[in-house]
C-alpha cells in the first residue's frame, strides 16, 4: 500500500489522499452536497461541506469544500477522499427550545461541525460545550449548534434515539485546562478562624478595593462572618483601633514571611506596603539604591518603593499558600514595524494627548486583539501618532519596558469608573488579565468576590476576582459611553 503523504492544511497542493475505517460506503452523484469527515490532526472527527466533483477510481471521490479554502486562497480546496468518510447532510432539525445540559449536538467550530455535549447552559441562549475529539470545553451562541444525528444503515437517526440510555458516564466528562483556565483560584478554602488569631482582611471600598490589611479576630458572629480589629486603621477620631464586621470570604490568615534577599525583577508582582495596607502591583522599573517603580492597575497609579517595603505577591489557593508566578506578556516586535494602526471605522475622530500623560493603548496582534494596555505619552510623532512607553509590557531581552509608536487611533484616555459592589451575570467587563484589560462578559457570581467571564475574542472562560474586573465603556467622538447590558455583539 503506498504511503500517503501528511502534509499540513495550509502548505499543501490542491489534492490530498484521506484513508479513513470504512463503515458504511454509499453511492454519491456528481454535483451532490454532502458532508467530509477530516482525520488530519487538529481536525479529526470534525465534518465539512463539501461537493461531490467526480469518482476517481474504487469506492474514491474528488470533492470541493465549501468552506476550506486552497493554499493560495483563490478557490475552495479539493482533495480526494475514501467513500467511508463521506455522508449525506443531515436533515435539518429546527431547536426552538434551549439545549440542556449532556444533550449531544454538533458545534460550528473552524470551519466544520463538532461533536459534543452540552456541559453547562449559561444564560442568553449561550452554552458551554465539551468536544468529543478534543475534550475542549468552548462557549457557543444556540445558533452555532444543532442537534447530533448519527448516519446509521443509510438513515439519519437522533441522537436520543440512538442512545436512550443517556448518562453522564457514557459523555466522557474528563476535565482539561485547554480552554478553561483559572486566574485566581477554583473554590478559595475558607479556614476556620478562632479567637485572637491575626488574619488579613481584604477593603472593599471605593479606592480601596483590592488592599489587604492586618487585623484580629474578636468574635464570630454568625456562620460566616466576624468581628475584627485593624492593627493599622483607626477610628475617624484616632481614638481607638478600628473595628468593623467582615465576610469569612474576605478574610485569610496572613501570608508567611519570605526574605527576599536578591532584586525583585522586572513585571514581577509583589505587594506594597501602602496607606496602611497591603497593595499588589508590578514592578515597571528598577531604580537604584534598592528601589522600585509599582504600577497599580487598580488605581492607574506608579510609586516608589524600597526594596523592604515590598514582599513577593502570594495567592491564598485552596488553603494553601502559593506564590505568584505570573507569566509575562510577550509580544513580538519586528525590527522597524512595532507600530500600532488605527482601524478604518469604530472611531470616528482622533484624541490629542500630551507628553506624561497616562493612556491604554490597543494591540493588532493575533493573540492580543481586543486587550488594551496601560502606557505613558513620550512624545508626540506627528500626523497623529504617539511614541508611547507602556508601563507592564517588556522587550525581548526583558532589560526594559518596551517602547513602540502608536496611532493615536490605537490610544485612549484609561476610563473613569466607579466599581460596582457586585456585578451580574450578562454585565459587560473589563479584566486585569496578563498585564491588560480585555473585555469580557460575566458568566456566573462565585463565592468570595469570585466570578467566571466569558472572553468572545479568545472564546474562552477564566475565573476573575472582583478587584481586577471594572464595567466596560466605549470611547466614542471623545467620551466614555457605558456598555448596555447584554451579550457582547
Not at 490530498?16 to 452523484?29: A, D, H, Q, V
Not at 482533495?79 to 455522508?87: K, Q
Not at 449532556?102 to 470551519?111: N, P, Q, S, Y
Not at 472582583?466 to 447584554?486: E, F
Request: charged letters at 30%; hydrophobic letters at 35%; glycine letters at 6%.
Amino acid at each position: 500500500m503506498q504511503n500517503i503523504q501528511d502534509v499540513d492544511l495550509k502548505s499543501r497542493g490542491v489534492k490530498l489522499r484521506i484513508k479513513c475505517c470504512r463503515s458504511w460506503m454509499g453511492t454519491f452523484s456528481e454535483g451532490m452536497s454532502v458532508e467530509v469527515k477530516r482525520d488530519k490532526e487538529g481536525f479529526r472527527g470534525s465534518w465539512h461541506n463539501v461537493v461531490i466533483v467526480k469518482s476517481v477510481g474504487y469506492d474514491k471521490y474528488l470533492v470541493e469544500y465549501q468552506t476550506l479554502k486552497a493554499v493560495n486562497g483563490s478557490q475552495f480546496l479539493k482533495e480526494e477522499v475514501d467513500a467511508s468518510c463521506i455522508r449525506p447532510c443531515p436533515p435539518e432539525i429546527h431547536s426552538f427550545h434551549p439545549f440542556e445540559p449532556l444533550d449531544k449536538v454538533d458545534a460550528w467550530f473552524i470551519d466544520g461541525w463538532w461533536e459534543g455535549h452540552i456541559r453547562e447552559v449559561l444564560g442568553g441562549l449561550m452554552y458551554e460545550v465539551c468536544l468529543l475529539s478534543t475534550e475542549e470545553e468552548l462557549v457557543f451562541e444556540h445558533s452555532m449548534l444543532r442537534p447530533h444525528q448519527e448516519w446509521i444503515k443509510e438513515k439519519w437517526v437522533t441522537a436520543r434515539e440512538f442512545d436512550m440510555t443517556r448518562s453522564s458516564s457514557d459523555m466522557n466528562l474528563k476535565s482539561k485546562d485547554l480552554k478553561i483556565k483559572i486566574k485566581c483560584s477554583g473554590k478559595t478554602s475558607e479556614p476556620k478562624f478562632s479567637k485572637e488569631m491575626r488574619v488579613e482582611v481584604k477593603s472593599d471600598e471605593e479606592g480601596y478595593k483590592g488592599s489587604w490589611y492586618a487585623a484580629v479576630i474578636i468574635e464570630s458572629i454568625g456562620q460566616h462572618k466576624f468581628l475584627v480589629e485593624y492593627l493599622t486603621l483607626r477610628t475617624e477620631d484616632e481614638s481607638e483601633p478600628l473595628k468593623e464586621m467582615a465576610d469569612a470570604s474576605d478574610i485569610r490568615p496572613c501570608p508567611p514571611v519570605i526574605d527576599r534577599i536578591d532584586r525583585f525583577k522586572m513585571l514581577e508582582e509583589v505587594d506594597a506596603w501602602y496607606n496602611d495596607g497591603w497593595w499588589v502591583g508590578i514592578i515597571c522599573k528598577i531604580l537604584d539604591g534598592l528601589k522600585y517603580m509599582v504600577y497599580f492597575w487598580t488605581t492607574n497609579e506608579e510609586l516608589v518603593f524600597d526594596h523592604f517595603t515590598l514582599r513577593p505577591h502570594q495567592e491564598w489557593i485552596d488553603g494553601k499558600w502559593v506564590i505568584a508566578f505570573r507569566k509575562k506578556p510577550k509580544v513580538q516586535v519586528k525590527p522597524g514595524l512595532g507600530k500600532l494602526k488605527g482601524q478604518n471605522g469604530g472611531v470616528a475622530r482622533r484624541t490629542k494627548f500630551s507628553v506624561g500623560a497616562k493612556v491604554e493603548a490597543k494591540r493588532d496582534e493575533e493573540s492580543y486583539r481586543g486587550s488594551w494596555y496601560p502606557a505613558t505619552i513620550v512624545r508626540h510623532l506627528g500626523n497623529g501618532k504617539y511614541l508611547l512607553r507602556y508601563q507592564t509590557l517588556e522587550t525581548d531581552d526583558e532589560t526594559d519596558l518596551l517602547t513602540e509608536e502608536a496611532d493615536a487611533l490605537c490610544i485612549r484616555p484609561p476610563p473613569v469608573t466607579q466599581q460596582p459592589d457586585i456585578f451580574w451575570p450578562l454585565d459587560e467587563v473589563d479584566a486585569w488579565y496578563n498585564g491588560g484589560w480585555w473585555a469580557g462578559q460575566v458568566c456566573k457570581v462565585l463565592d468570595g468576590s469570585n466570578y467566571t467571564v466569558y472572553f468572545k475574542m479568545s472564546n474562552e472562560i477564566l475565573e476573575i476576582q472582583h478587584s481586577d474586573l471594572r464595567p466596560h465603556q466605549h470611547w466614542l467622538d471623545g467620551k466614555w459611553i457605558a456598555a448596555k447590558r447584554g451579550w457582547i455583539s
